[in-house]
C-alpha cells in the first residue's frame, strides 16, 4: 500500500508505518499504513482489514499502548505493533 500522503518532508511526521498484518491462520492478508503529524494527536490510517479484507481510511485518537484499530466492516479488534519513529 502506497503512502496516501506526501512525505518529501519526513520531519514533519511523528509516526509513519506501514506493516503487513496477519491474520488468524497467521497468513499476512492485511496491511496498514499508519502517520500521525507533528503537533496533532490524530493518527491517520489506511487499513486494509487481514479478516475480511475490505479497505478503510479513517483517523483515531490513541490513548495508550498497545494500539488498536477496530474494522469497521467485521468489527475486529486490529493491533497495530510498534509504530516505528523515523
Ligand atoms: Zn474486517
Redesign the pocket.
Known sequence: MKLPVDIKDIKDFAYITNRKLPNEQGEKSGEVVMWRRKGEDEFNYKLK?P??G?EQESSVVFKKRPYRVK?S??G?SIMVEKLSKK
Request: aromatic letters at 0%.
Open positions: 482489514c479478516h475480511c475490505e474494522c466492516n467485521c475486529k
